[in-house]
DNA sequence: TGGCCGTGTCATCTC
DNA sequence: TGGAGATGACACGGC
């Protein structure tokens, strides 16, 4: 019961909107009980939940008719996902009959880039049963002209879709490409080429296969005198109720222009356009004409713009109010059936799903690109933060780092970044994340690539053998070699060094300022050491720990300064731009004065005072009034008072008292 | 030989 | 209150 309900429901969803196709309207709520009332929406025009236009209030008594009263937003919105589901429920969308569609639609415009005859035989006729987009029209096929071979090129590649597809017409090919309507010109011997000829295209329905018959256009099946009434009532309806749309929609027949005119120059992919927002929907009014009243939805997304058109031909408020479907040709010629109606709104609405799987798509990309970042390591993440080594020194200094708490994490890394400038402690610090063992190479090994300083510390190598007690864990690290404690033993030992020498200081200079202050105070009250060696092992920690400080100071001090140049640099172009900026606005502003002049001083010439004179500028202008009124005025010349009376009333006033 | 630059060191301040 | 860091100022050496 359940399937035989169900194809019952099929049949008259089918059977409705074939009759909606030709004009006739079937209200099928009341036979559906609800359940298929999504169907009616669809009919009845487009989503407000896709439009965001307060055209939904035009919509609820469209043709008479009370739609959705309540929630029309939310009702629309899941009625066009009920309907999804419902159309995937009756089999396989047709998309390649929704590309034809666009295709077709293309006819008209490439019809500028064809010969006379070809427009005489093919596409040339749609245009002629257009009434109301006209300039429009004319606008676009404007905008086409200077397109250049990369359209033709796209057509090319929307021809070879159309091949691919095996589902094509007369009308497509000779209208979707150029070259193939080149060919048409030499002869008909080109149709012999292609791929998916005429005659072997299977089509879905019997008016499909009319049209294939009938050589005349597809607009000519909905022409004029054929239009339904549905046709005439909206044709009455836009030109009454224009302008009481007027407020809503500010935008100007420009904007319309130009949408149009870059959605035809982007035409060919139907994803493209599908992802632009269904920009070729707009140019679609053009159908209008042809007198099919489906529900299309195309102008759901650009409803709000093409209402806007309202100015002369209308075309954009043909295609926003309603519905009037894009594809009007397409549904004369091949989407008539139950089946390709379904699928113009069909198609939107996958489309539409799979645009937003394609957004839920690069969600989903991103817990991957997350896991495959698992494996890098976070210290590498951190880097990309870091705008300096500081915390990556710091990290890697390791909890071996004797100098962990001790040296700060600026100064420290400072002296990584330095290349090991000629920082004990810094060297120090970075000698266990090299794998370096002792402190004692702490001044040979590293720092000695770009400086190295008479200042800098080093423990000679019978510090190492003389400090057996002490419990650092600097101490704990291999051994100098002996190349190692030749080399240190030859260079020029600093102050400090000779002085801890002189004074038998069983430690290194590095010991000494990297180790933490526990420890220090430790050492020094552990060793029994006399008042000389505490001062000087203070004064070696002082002066390391300040060596380090200062280097970090004027490390920071050249960052601030680049800072400061970089910002310099940056101020001055934003500068140079702005001037650029305020002199083109400049040169506008007194291009549009001048030709606001010239107008005025034009107007003004063509119009008589009441004596007949042609009013000069100099007597009157033209103002400008908030409503937009333009209202010539005469121009008020303030009274000149002389000095002579002013001076005059003075010496009367004087007088008076 | 004087200037520049890098570095170490001191004094001072702040935390 | 002492330690540590920051910083200006100065000295020194190398180029």
Known sequence: MQNVKKYFTEGLIQFTILLSLIGVRVDVDSYLSGYFSPLLEINVGPSSAYIQTPFHNLRDTWDGYSVHPKCLELDYFFASRRLLDEVRALGSPRFPTQLNAWLVHQV???SEFQEPSNNTSNGADINSGLTLESALDNANHSDLLPEDESCLDRREECHTEIQEQCVSGPYIVTGACEDKTDGKDDGSDEEAEEPAPVTQLVLSSTLEEHLLDDPQPPSSLSGSEDAPPTTLDWSHFLS???????PLVPQRLSDLDSDISSAISQNVSLRDAMVRGAGPYDVVPHRDESGSVTQQRGPYFRLESTNSSHSDSSPGVTAGLATLPFSSVCNA?????SDSALGGCLDEAVFDQINLLGLEGLDSIDPQLLGSLEGIDPRVLEDLDSDSGLSLENSSRGPTS???????????SF????????GYSSEADSLPSKGIADYDTWSQVDLSDNVWHDHSYSSPPY???????????AIKEEPLSEEEYDRDDERELSRDELRARAMCIPFSAPQIVSMPVEEFLELLEGQALSSAQITLLRDIRRRGKNKLAAQNCRKRKLDAITGLQEEVERL?????????????TAKALGATGQRIEQLSRDVLARLRDDLGQPLTPDRYTLQCGASGRLVVQPIRRPVVTTTTSSKSDKRKKEKKP
């Open 402 to 412: 004797p100098g962990t708490s001790e040296v700060s994490s600026s100064s420290s």
């Open 240 to 246: 009454t109720d224009f302008d009481d749309l007027d």
């Open 572 to 584: 001055q172009a934003q500068r140079d731009t702005l001037l650029r900026e305020k002199q083109h």
């Open 415 to 422: 002296c990584e970044d330095e290349g090991g400038a000629t």
């Open 463 to 473: 510090f190492q053998s003389s400090a057996p007690t002490f419990s650092h864990k």
């Open 108 to 110: 008209p415009d490439s």
């Open 333 to 337: 010629t091949r989407n008539v059936t």
